[in-house]
């Protein structure tokens, strides 16, 4: 007999991360059928009743409330993955000598016990988010805003502020950073080093970031603007900022800007005002020589490429990304039958995905996401379409940890791609680092082998990660490998060997990028 519960914490609020940890732990417990922790927003609670809870069990609750809601096979089984949450959330306040620990109320108690603070951290559910930004930088403080649903109107409002002031604001929706070596956020352990990364994109910040750190090239500081910086209505304040901030950092010698697809304008404004030091722009969409740049400033295709001019502005080389690709993908190839002639992308990155988008469109024609460049190839998608989807997107994660942390529900949509006759190929990516997952390829290579010893489509796997992140980048890379996926150097790579099994031609996977 099932059995679920709704636990109210009133008045308690725990950061996003430390609730998807909540909800990790509860959904290993077994018999557990479905776990969330979250704050109670009118969102979460809504899942709460789609999931078919009580909502006697949260009545009243408001968005200052923390909720754990478990469904189970028993009463039992409901308890201890309560406990379990518990335990996962609220043991991470306890001090390493057993006593209480000091809890700030507000930004300013938070700087009076770290006085030498230089950056506050928000993450507070939107509608508050804006406020405890501009409280920190009346304290002086750069913020990073890791919190969604701040109002673009708010953002603009806080930009222009932080520029009068001195100040960054990094996001919102800041999701990775790295300053003096401290990550933050979605971050990975890298190298320190001269290079810098300007970013408005999450993912294309840690492909950047790690792909400098494996081709023997450091890091200085990761800077992440936001998703929205670099749009027409933002008009790239916080990006002049960090350039402007970085030209006086003695540890950056090259700066590679790096974002989702900008407004064309936006970016040749910002470039146009890069000047001191080089600049590599890598900026999704946006060919080179379809803007104009300065002296010292050049646009890279891809991200892949972003980084390989970057160190070729330190006097580095990259080795080559397609070694070894083009018989991998002509071994996938054998035995593939004629009739699966689709593509599948499933995204845990969305500057990946986009990324994806704009090298495919070039090798298969038209690629249809949730999230598309070209707006008129959205979803639903016709019949015999490939398709890319960025599975961040709040449709995909609204009431479930986000799949950089939980791959619980990719799973599903892989077997779902895996069941599909006319799938030929699935391509994914994984992101290691501090927040995600703490071995992805243990729950995802075990369904990617035998989607592939059944006969169905070959998978392509992209690890986002440095040899340093805990995750261990080079293990992950060879469980995908010994599962029969073909594991590609980068991400566009990846795009381009899924590409290459879809039109069975091996030689797209050396196509420029």
């Known amino acids: 007999m099932s059995a679920s519960r709704v636990t109210l914490f009133r008045d308690t609020y725990l950061d996003s991360v430390v609730q998807l940890s909540g909800t990790r732990r509860m959904r290993q417990v077994d018999g557990v059928r479905w776990a969330s922790a979250a704050m109670a927003t009118p969102a979460n609670l809504d899942t709460l009743g789609s999931e078919g809870f009580d909502a006697a069990e949260w009545s009243g609750a408001g968005a200052g409330d923390l909720f754990i809601a478990v469904r189970g096979d028993s009463e039992a089984a409901v308890a201890a993955a309560t406990a379990a ?46 406020l405890e930004a501009h409280q920190a930088l009346t304290a002086g403080l750069h913020v990073l805003l890791f919190s969604d649903n701040v109002s673009l109107e708010a953002e603009i409002e806080l930009k222009e502020r932080a520029a009068g002031m001195g100040l960054l604001v990094m996001g919102p929706g800041a999701g990775t950073a790295m300053l003096g070596g401290a990550c933050l956020g979605f971050s990975n352990v890298v190298t320190p080093g001269p290079v ?18 494996r081709w023997g090239v450091g890091v200085s500081h990761v800077i992440g603007l936001g998703g929205r ?61 379809s803007i104009e740049v300065p002296d010292g400033v050049e646009l890279a295709g891809s991200l892949e490429t972003g980084v390989v001019r970057a160190l070729q502005a330190v006097g580095r080389t990259a080795p080559d990304p397609t070694e070894g690709l083009r018989e991998a993908v002509a071994a996938a190839v054998e035995g593939l039958p004629a009739g699966r002639t689709q593509l599948r992308g499933l995204y845990s990155g969305g500057t990946l995905c986009y990324e994806a988008l704009v090298i495919l469109a070039g090798a298969l024609g038209d690629v249809h996401s949730n999230t598309p460049v070209d707006k008129s190839l959205g979803l639903p998608a ?21 799949p950089m942390i939980d791959p619980e529900a990719r799973i599903e949509m892989l077997r779902d791609a895996g069941a599909d006759p006319d799938v030929a190929v699935i391509v994914l990516d994984v992101v290691l680092g501090h927040g995600a997952h703490p071995d992805p390829a243990a729950e995802l290579a075990p369904v990617c082998a035998g989607i592939i010893a059944d006969g169905g489509p070959r998978v392509v796997v992209y690890v986002l990660g440095s040899d340093q992140d805990p995750q261990g980048l080079e293990a992950q890379r060879r469980t995908f490998a010994e599962a029969g996926c073909v594991v590609t150097a980068t991400a566009a790579r990846a795009a381009l060997a899924a590409a290459a099994i879809a039109a069975r031609d091996p030689e797209i996977v050396g196509r420029p990028v």
């Open 382 to 402: 016709p019949e015999g379409a490939h398709t890319c989807l960025d599975l961040g997107e709040e449709e995909y994660t609204q009431g479930r940890p986000h």
């Open 85 to 130: 949450g518990q335990e996962a959330m609220f043991a991470q306040g306890s001090s390493d000598a057993g006593g209480a620990v000091r809890s700030a109320r507000s930004v300013r108690e938070a700087r009076e016990l770290a006085p030498d603070s230089s950056v506050a951290v928000v993450s507070v559910p939107g509608d508050y988010a804006a």
């Open 196 to 213: 810098a990364v300007v970013a408005a994109a999450g993912t294309g910040a840690q492909e950047a970031m790690t792909l400098l750190d």
């Open 229 to 289: 910086d670099m749009s027409a209505a933002v008009g790239g304040i916080m990006a002049r900022e960090a350039l402007a901030a970085l030209r006086a950092d003695d540890a950056t010698e090259v700066v590679l800007l790096v974002s989702k697809p900008p407004d064309a304008d936006v970016a040749r404004s910002v470039l146009a005002a890069a000047a001191g030091k080089p600049v590599v722009a890598a900026l999704i969409g946006l060919e080179p020589g």
